[in-house]
């Protein structure tokens, strides 16, 4: 190397691994256990803690859901599931933000099947477990309204995700961290329950 030469090589930390493809027949899942780091993902657990409007929604036979519930959307994106109605809120820059982040994440792939055009996603669901007494049940996110690309930000406490196929068997089984990110594509919600 010649005197006054510099060599300036950005790493990007060596330790992240990018988003990797989960074998599990009839489903095809995609994670990435490092999708936000520690300071951003308290940071976002903070920002909509405090923003969001929690709102706690009745059952179809009148009880409480068992978690508090925001969700945001484009305009057109309302739906209604066991008899509850989801207007959405208009989009905070922080739900934006990160909407965006998990667009680039999101590998083609997951739109090939069945050949959607991939324009990203346009409503969010933000679910908020107080708790280990709240939860939610099993179930598929398989609504009309809804396409096959599902992805689930997890922040806070480490938390369990499974999903079970149709006689009840768990085919997938991870503990999803704080900062995580998981994608259901293809058919995993017409086989699988999580
Ligand atoms: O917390 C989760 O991972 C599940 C949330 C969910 O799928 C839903 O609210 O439909």
Redesign the pocket.
Known sequence: MLPGEMLVNYLYSAVHMAIEKIPVAGAEIYYDAQFLDAKESSEFFDALLTKCPWRRYKTAFGSAVPRDEAYYGDPGTHYTYSRREYRPLPWIEELLFLKQRVEAATPVTAYENPHLPPNGYNAV?C?LYRDGNDS?GL?A?NEPEMGPVIA?VSLGSERL?RLRGKGGTVVYSKSLPHGSLLIMAGNTQKHFK?
Do not use: M
């Open positions: 669901l679910n939610v179930h996110d689930s995700f999580n």
